[in-house]
């Protein structure tokens, strides 16, 4: 097989620049939706934590009393 008979012709071209821009989106979103679920996760933490310290402090101020 020459290279001529490898060669790529325009429509192979675009057929695989729409494959790499589709997948470069689904890439985006993927990667958008992970950092929403961390920040959830964060925020829920961040709650517990609040949570937590705020019944240490009643328990403190329950003793000190």
Do not use: C, G, P, W
């Not at 325009?10 to 470069?24: F, G, H, P, T, V």
């Not at 989106?25 to 709650?47: C, G, Q, Y």
């Amino acid at each position: 097989m020459t290279n001529a008979q490898r060669a790529l012709t325009q429509s192979d071209l675009d057929a695989i620049e729409r494959i790499i821009y589709k997948n470069a989106d689904d890439i985006a979103v993927s990667i958008a939706r992970s950092f929403e679920r961390m920040e959830e996760r964060i925020d829920a933490s961040e709650s517990r934590l609040y949570a937590r310290l705020a019944d240490l402090e009643d328990l403190l101020a329950h003793k000190a009393q």
